[in-house]
């Protein structure tokens, strides 16, 4: 399997439900980013964590990353149709790995129903 | 005020063809990079500039060949297109810091599509 991986692959949910995503990776970390796509447009970055943190929050977004699990997950509380769209974990490798680029996971698909 | 665009958006040519794809940023940023989208969404960097040098050539085939002008400019030239080469074709910007990756801005993208 691929560094950074989302699961679920799709998740259908009405709208003012919450929302979970959780991406896994294997190797050691900066950073670890989530990036949402519209169908047809590019990604647009939504919240980056660092590899000393365990939970940041931006709106109704909330990212945690547990390092000894290598896992992160997003939560969107209340959602709503605009949410609709895929999202990406990211994930920045330590300059000592040789590893200067991020590496995408393959998304979870998210639609919110009205 | 675009912030990352590319050119064209949508590319539609023979097997056997040669293109070019451009992509420009506004953002002042040091690194460009070029990734590529299958159908299945699973998105995959090609190359990286840094300061118009190239950091990251990740086993693209040498039909691909980025070049940069400058270092508000990445532009992805194909030769000899075959159909496996239909995808999106993402272009990102970012500021790297002490090796470290911040966030990426990305293009529009550009679908291209090999008949």
């Known amino acids: 399997s691929q560094q950074g991986e989302e699961d679920p692959q799709a998740l259908s949910i009405q709208e003012g439900e919450n929302a979970t995503m959780n991406c896994s990776y294997k190797?050691?970390?900066?950073?670890l980013q989530w990036y949402r796509q519209n169908s047809g447009r590019g990604l647009v970055h939504l919240i980056l964590?660092?590899?000393?943190?365990r939970e940041k929050h931006s709106g109704r977004l909330r990212v945690t990353l547990d390092t000894s699990k290598k896992s992160s997950s997003l939560l969107i509380t209340a959602s709503r149709a605009a949410d609709t769209a895929s999202y990406f974990c990211?994930?920045?490798?330590?300059?000592?790995?040789?590893?200067?680029?991020?590496?995408f996971g393959s998304g979870t698909r998210l639609q919110v129903q009205p | 005020d675009t912030a990352v665009s590319q050119t064209p958006k949508y590319l539609v040519t023979q097997m056997g063809n040669d293109k070019s794809i451009k992509c420009e940023q506004n953002?002042?940023?040091?690194?460009m990079y070029w990734y590529k989208q299958d159908s299945k969404k699973f998105l995959k960097i090609m190359f990286s500039y840094n300061n118009k040098e190239l950091i990251i050539n990740e086993t693209v085939p040498n039909r691909f060949s980025p070049k940069s002008p400058d270092k508000a400019h990445l532009n992805l030239h194909i030769n000899s297109l075959e159909l496996g080469d239909s995808a999106v074709y993402f272009c990102a910007s970012s500021q790297r810091t002490s090796g470290r990756t911040d966030t990426q801005y990305f293009g529009p993208g550009t679908r291209l599509t090999v008949l």
């Open positions: 990211a994930t920045d490798a330590p300059k000592d790995t040789g590893r200067r680029a991020l590496t």
């Open positions: 953002l002042g940023h040091d690194t």
């Open positions: 964590i660092r590899s000393n943190e």
């Open positions: 190797t050691s970390i900066n950073n």
